[in-house]
């Protein structure tokens, strides 16, 4: 296969979906890698790295598209993009296709191959979205202490406090990989942590490993409300693997929360935890509706990309290697790559989608 790796042009987004090392692999099984001049330039890795593994430089994306059996990015395509796509082509990338209609529609008309690294599944694990969960996680923690500062319009609150002074009380909502590395970091930062979730046993796990340094509760919504509206910091960290992110901070909370407390919403991706949540970047991250703040980056791991680009790549080789040297059919079998697949021949396969989208057809 000819394996293609493009630059992300995603505003501020300095991930690369290809690093040398796991170019060297797609190499060393008599692919050819063909990557963009100046792809991994934001991630550390000069062209001449590139160079050095056997890969083909090419000038342009344009060709790197049109020439590519397989396609590897880090986000998903913009609209500009979409005129690049091909039937057969396979698409390996984050999607998030529940909140992008209009990729979802231009993937099926291009009949183009795509699988989503956040849908792939394994023993109720998402391996290929777990280490940027987990970049995302501890960065949130980091951001709100940030934007927690007066000078940015926050609540003036020290993560820690001092002695004789209150610590920021932190509320999670999800204990999941986000979640528990939202908690690792606040717990670091000696915060004042609540941890809620549905699930018990990912509550009892976080009580054992912190003991009496966190709280948990079960997520109904009185628990949600109370711990929202006392919160200094929230941070949104739920997850429904494919499918829109629930709407749990309700409008009428917003009345309630103290004046520069801050939403870090992780769950931005899928559309967000609010009804007004909104995809910011890393030059504008924060908006502030009503007396709150809200920091909605869609890309949080973009902001360390040189670490974020290892990870990522260390999750998803493996899968990708498989795609490339059995051909997409026969990889397909592996139930962890088909529980990635979103469309194919014309048609949505995520069962998700096909219940968000296909009522419109």
């Not at 290929?128 to 609540?155: D, I, Q, W």
Request: hydrophobic residues 40%; negative net charge.
């Amino acid at each position: 296969m000819i394996i293609g790796c493009v630059k992300e042009i995603k505003k501020y987004e300095f991930r690369v979906g290809l690093t040398p090392n796991a170019a060297s692999e797609y190499l060393r099984y008599g692919h050819q890698v063909w990557i963009e001049k100046g792809a991994g330039i934001g991630s550390g890795f000069k062209d001449s790295d590139y160079e050095a593994m056997g890969c083909i430089l090419k000038d342009n994306a344009k060709e790197v598209w049109q020439k590519s059996d397989m396609i590897i990015k880090v986000k998903e395509p913009l609209e500009s993009e979409y005129a690049l796509f091909k039937e057969n082509l396979i698409l390996y990338t984050y999607l998030h296709l529940a909140s992008n209609e209009p990729l979802y529609r231009a993937l099926k008309e291009k009949k183009v191959i795509s699988i989503a690294y956040e849908t792939m599944s394994y023993q109720n694990q998402l391996p290929c979205l777990e280490p940027m969960s987990m970049v995302a996680g501890r960065l949130s923690v980091l951001e709100a202490a940030k934007y927690s500062e007066a000078f940015f319009g926050g609540s003036g609150i020290l993560m820690s406090g001092l002695p004789g002074t209150p610590r920021a009380k932190v509320t999670i909502i999800g204990a999941g990989i986000v979640g528990q590395n939202a908690c690792r970091m606040a717990v670091g930062l000696e915060a004042d942590i609540t941890v809620l979730d549905l699930d018990t046993k990912r509550l009892a796990f976080l009580e054992d490993l912190y003991h009496n340094k966190i709280k948990t509760l079960y997520s109904n919504q009185e628990n949600l409300r109370k711990s929202i509206i006392e919160s200094d910091v929230v941070i949104g960290a739920v997850l429904i693997p494919g499918d829109a992110a629930p709407k749990l901070i309700k409008d009428e909370y917003l009345d309630q929360m103290k004046p520069g407390s801050i939403i870090v919403d992780v769950a931005i991706d899928q559309g967000g935890i609010s009804n007004y949540s909104k995809v910011t970047y890393h030059d504008d991250p924060i908006y502030k509706v009503k007396d709150v703040l809200f920091y909605g980056v869609a890309n949080m791991p973009g902001s360390v990309p040189k670490t974020s680009s290892i990870a990522l790549n260390n999750a998803t080789l493996r899968y990708g290697l498989e795609m490339a040297n059995k051909g997409i059919d026969e990889a397909l079998l592996n139930p962890v790559i088909n529980s990635g697949l979103q469309t194919r021949d014309g048609i949505g396969i995520y069962p998700t989608l096909i219940k968000l989208f296909e009522h419109a057809e």
